[in-house]
């Protein structure tokens, strides 16, 4: 199975600064990777998918690239709605990243 | 866009077990692939297993394998989880999600909180 490894497990930033977020596969998964936000007592939403493709209706400042084995997620200008926590999931099929924590300095 | 809706709160006994429902709304049921995803309190998602329903396929995480069973219900629309030899460890909330074959879940339920005690 392919394990993911996110990083930073959390993080603490100011509105309007630009926020990235790691997840690296212990094996090549091509662009197989896709990100979710989970806010608190909410169900997970799908923001980015095949590692770069925008999810309808998700704000443009949230981006994904990445291919084989490393992947990243970029928030450009943080949002107060964007405390949340983050996932990466290879495939649809596999575990998720063990999450990031977003929150506002 | 579609909508899943889940059964409601449930409380076990250790040793018991559980079977969650979700029924599905828009779209063509069949077409689907309905994963279960679930969330101890304070912890990460952790994916459990999915089906796809127009292929039979049914899969799981190795952890769960001996305790879980997903099956559809394609006359109701309703996909159902089953986690048998409860015990206090798997108290969460368990969410399913839909998505189309080999893609990633873009639909998911409200969640259902099982505890165990």
């Known amino acids: 199975d392919v394990q993911m490894t996110q990083s930073p497990s959390s993080l603490s930033a100011s509105i309007g600064d630009r926020v990235t977020i790691t997840c690296q596969a212990s094996h090549d998964i091509v662009n197989y990777l896709h990100w979710y936000q989970q806010k608190p007592t909410k169900a997970p939403k799908l923001l980015i998918y095949?590692?770069?493709n925008l999810q309808p209706g998700v704000p443009s400042r949230f981006s994904g690239s990445g291919s084989g084995t490393d992947f990243t997620l970029t928030i450009t200008s943080l949002q107060p709605a964007d405390v949340a926590t983050y996932y990466c999931q290879p495939y649809d099929d596999l575990d998720f990243g063990q999450g990031t924590r977003v929150e506002i300095k | 866009q579609g909508q899943l809706v889940q059964s409601g709160a449930e409380v076990k006994k250790p040793g018991s077990s559980v079977k969650v429902s979700c029924r599905s709304s828009g779209g063509t049921f069949d077409s689907y692939s309905f994963s279960w995803v679930r969330q101890a309190p304070g912890q990460g998602l952790e994916w459990m297993g999915r089906?796809?329903?127009?292929?039979?396929?049914?899969n799981s995480a190795q952890q769960f394998q001996e305790r879980l069973t997903i099956t559809a219900d394609t006359s109701t629309s309703t996909v159902y989880l089953e986690l048998t030899s409860l015990r206090s460890e798997d108290s969460a909330f368990y969410f399913c999600?839909?998505?189309?074959?080999?893609?990633?879940?873009?639909?998911w339920g409200q969640g259902t909180r099982v505890s165990v005690s």
């Open positions: 095949d590692a770069s």
């Open positions: 999600a839909r998505g189309l074959p080999l893609k990633p879940s873009d639909v």
């Open positions: 089906i796809i329903p127009i292929l039979g396929l049914v």
